[in-house]
């Protein structure tokens, strides 16, 4: 898919905020970005409940994993 480092900005910032809609984060982490260091972020992205499991069944990931999407959100609006 043709994503720009806007769009992956926004997505991050939509799922952060607790704004998109239903789908949006699902469609994000799972259809390949065509540019090789935004799909590393998504890959990434898609990682995190993995990496960070979440403490109840209602959140993404732990919190170490929202502070982690921070970080790469910092890092893409540089």
Known sequence: MKRTREDVIREIQKFLRDEGGAYDWDEFISVPINDR???AIR???????????????H????DEGFRRLDQILDALEK
């Open 43 to 57: 890959i990434e992205c898609a990682e995190l409940p993995d990496r960070y499991p979440p403490p109840t069944c």
């Open 37 to 39: 260091k935004l799909d």
């Open 59 to 62: 959140r993404y990931c732990a």
